[in-house]
């Protein structure tokens, strides 16, 4: 079974926890000021999850992604997974591997 899409609340964008983002808005902080705003907005995006996003924070693991792969393989028709994994993706990819153990 593969994992449902949900929301960290039913607030529209820029209300509620999706206004915890505007803090996120550059790659990297290099100020005192961007750094303080991006740590407050990390700290906010984590309460929301956790707070509000209980079916979500159940739903992002590693286990559930792999499941979500095997989904979009059968949805697609294909027999085996072609699949390339960079840094995390490699993990997630031998994860899937014996997860779903595919006759070669």
Known sequence: MASRPARTS???VGEGPDRAYAGLNVAFPWTKAEEKAYVAA???????????GKPLTGAASTAEVARDMDVLRRAVGDKKLSYLGFSYGTALGQYYANMFRHPP
């Open 10 to 12: 039913g607030a529209s």
């Open 42 to 52: 990390s700290k906010a995006v984590g309460k929301a999850c956790s707070t509000t």
